[in-house]
């Protein structure tokens, strides 16, 4: 695997702005779902050919964009990203039935997530 760009992700603190402004922006097509392990609301974001998205709300933290890197193994790419100088900030957490994530920040400061696909097993 490459480990390509999977999933791109806003975090935002009005969740109805933001998909009144992209929507309208882009023409993106965005379908609501429930959020995994949560009552909240998680808007998928549709762009057509490229990588997708999705966007909720979250009042604890500024409003971001999160990149989410590909990866065949979650477990040992974020404990190589740790021993390369990575720190990190969300380690390996079960999404429902879609896959495995975690969250570093590089050594230069730098947020981004890894994504494994449920295929198999979290590695």
């Known amino acids: 695997m490459a480990n390509p ?3 791109i992700e806003l975090q935002t603190r009005d969740l109805a702005l933001a998909k009144d402004f992209y929507g309208k922006l882009f ?9 995994p392990g949560s009552a909240g609301t ?4 549709q762009v057509g050919e490229g990588t997708g998205g999705g966007m909720f709300a979250n009042p604890d933290v500024p409003p971001h964009w999160l990149a989410y890197v590909g990866v065949d193994n979650i477990r040992d790419m974020t404990a190589k990203a740790k021993t390369l100088g990575a ?3 969300q380690d390996v957490m079960e ?3 879609y896959g495995w994530m975690s969250v570093i920040v590089d050594p230069g ?3 981004l997530a890894m994504w494994q696909a449920k295929q198999g097993g979290p590695g």
């Open 5 to 7: 760009f999977v999933h």
């Open 27 to 35: 023409d993106w097509k965005l379908e609501d779902m429930p959020a």
């Open 42 to 45: 998680y808007t998928m974001i």
């Open 87 to 89: 720190r990190v900030v």
């Open 95 to 97: 999404i429902g039935d």
């Open 109 to 111: 400061g730098a947020t």
